[in-house]
Structure formats: C-alpha cells, structure tokens
C-alpha cells in the first residue's frame, strides 16, 4: 500500500510560481513512476506531467516549458515547479503513483490562479 500527500497549492496571481510537493510512503520510493494530473471544475481529469522512466518525463502540451516535474529518491518526494501560471492552470492538482500495476492517489491540493 503507497500512500501520497499533497502540500504547497494555493492562491497565485497570473504570471507567479508555485510549487506542489508529494511525499510518498509504504513502497520503495525509486520503484514507483511518478506523476502529476489535475481536474479542474467540470473536466475530466487530465495529466500534467509524469516520468516514463527513471530519468525520462512528458509534460503535457499546455504547461510545457512552463511547468517541471522532479523528484528526490533521499527524500521520497516527487516535486511540481509551476512557472508562469496562467487562470487556466485553475485546479484540484493529484500526485500519482504507479506501483506493481496499481495506481495510486493523493487527495489532492487547490491550485488558483486569480488577479
């Protein structure tokens, strides 16, 4: 059982940076594939941006260049720098884990971005 926490969404003007943290337990951090999805009001979830690989990430056509993924085996956390946000990057924002077949879920954290 891998157990994932959200932190460091909140309210942003347009033009500003966050970044979202996930910290993840009860697997072997490095054996896990990493990634982050989003839902705004009324549309389905979508991905952000994940790794393929150890190494390798794909970031979805509307935040790249913009937004980074990461992550840090010492400290079992994969990280979501967020640049130049835009009102439409408004959304609950989930960290994703796929482990031995089984997708698990954060509960998710408040991305806004609103002058």
């Known amino acids: 059982q891998v157990q994932l926490a959200e932190s460091g969404g909140g309210l942003v003007q347009p033009g500003g940076s966050l970044r979202l943290s996930c910290a993840a337990s009860?697997?072997?951090?490095?054996?896990?594939?990493m990634g982050w999805y989003r839902q705004a009001p009324g549309k389905q979830r979508e991905p952000v941006a994940r790794?393929?690989?150890?190494?390798?990430?794909n970031y979805a056509n509307s935040v790249k260049g913009r937004f980074t993924i990461s992550r840090d085996n010492a400290k079992n956390t994969v990280y979501l720098q967020m640049n130049s946000l835009k009102p439409e990057d408004t959304a609950v924002y989930y960290c994703?884990?796929?482990?031995?077949?089984?997708?698990?879920w954060g509960q998710g954290t408040q991305v806004t971005v609103s002058s």
């Open positions: 994703n884990a796929d482990y031995y077949s089984t997708s698990y």
């Open positions: 009860g697997g072997i951090f490095s054996m896990l594939r």
């Open positions: 790794f393929t690989s150890n190494v390798s990430t």
